[in-house]
């Protein structure tokens, strides 16, 4: 088999994804893994692309390997997930710029319900993809559908968030105001994306089969726009400083005269926010829906104390 123009599109993501990759890995360490700057996304997704395209590289000297095509296909779905947690990421890192300064932010709990969606629909496009016993026809199953469903919920969750964020961009520290323009510019972009994977899974249009369908709509709706995700946030990225990681605490409820004469003598001023006084709680284990749950029982706990 002779190199294609889809081979050649593989080939620009081996050169654009290789270095991403080791850009995204020093942020990741040079932030850290724990804050939710949404860094790690992107080593993800951009060792997906890596695969995913020596993957398709490899099907020109064998292109009868069904599994190679097979795990491009995987590495083709995990593409939307990532994207979006990584916005998300950002958006949640902008929340906690608006904690530190204000003490009066999105509750956290938000982000975590939205990045569940996209969790959800990462996991029914891997099975339906896997799932799919003709993958040469195209790799559109029903959990491939009810995971595009997904991925448009948590796009409309993200867009959501960025105006709700975008609204109090006053209340973000100085610096961390050009992550919004990161997600600005790249929520569209996505939405082309994902576009793209609704007309061929929904409407049927061949021109968008990633495998067989017309290969400069690929590039023009699928590949620019996640090579310009990734870029746009990663250059952005590269310009902001470390943060500490801020700390929610409950806010005060309106004092009573007596309560803030008890606050001043505590060395507290009325309603200001008293240090967090909240059990520590215990680390949980198992997987981001488990982890959800007892997150949800907890908040409960402590309300009722």
């Known amino acids: 088999m002779t190199i294609d123009y889809r081979h050649g599109i593989s080939i620009l993501e081996v050169i654009v994804y290789s270095p991403c990759l080791f850009i995204a890995l020093w942020m990741a360490f040079h932030h850290g893994f724990k804050k939710s700057s949404g860094w790690y996304f992107f080593n993800i997704f951009c060792l997906a692309r890596v695969i995913g395209a020596a993957c398709y590289l490899a099907t020109i000297r064998y292109p009868s390997n069904i599994n190679l095509y097979i795990t491009w296909a995987v590495c083709t779905s995990l593409g939307l997930s990532p994207l979006l947690l990584a916005c998300l990421g950002l958006l949640s890192r902008a929340n906690d710029s608006i904690m530190r300064k204000t003490a009066n932010p999105l509750h956290p709990l938000i982000f975590r319900v939205v990045a569940t969606f996209s969790l959800v629909g990462v996991i029914l496009s891997i099975v339906g993809t896997t799932q799919n016993s003709d993958i040469t026809h195209g790799l559109v199953t029903i959990e491939s559908k009810i995971g595009l469903i997904f991925y448009l919920i948590t ?74 995700v990734v870029l746009v946030c990663l250059g952005i990225g590269l310009t902001l400083e470390v943060r500490p990681a801020a700390e929610y605490t409950q806010q005060p409820s309106t004092h009573s005269g007596e309560e803030n004469l008890m606050e001043l003598e505590s060395g507290h001023l009325p309603g200001q926010a008293r240090p967090n006084r909240r059990v520590q709680r215990p680390k949980r284990r198992g997987g981001p829906i488990t982890k959800l749950v007892m997150y949800i029982v907890d908040e409960v706990k402590d309300r009722k104390r």
């Not at 993200?158 to 997600?183: P, Q, Y």
């Not at 996505?190 to 249009?205: K, M, P, Q, T």
């Open 155 to 228: 796009w409309f969750c993200v867009f959501g968030l960025f105006f709700l964020i975008l609204k109090r961009t006053e209340s973000i520290e100085d610096g961390e105001r050009r992550l919004l323009l990161a997600v600005g510019i790249s929520v569209p972009l996505i939405l082309v994306r994902l576009v793209y994977s609704y007309i061929f899974a929904f409407g049927g249009d061949a021109d968008f089969n990633l495998l067989s369908g017309n290969v400069t709509i690929q590039l023009v709706m699928c590949v620019l726009e996640e090579i310009l």
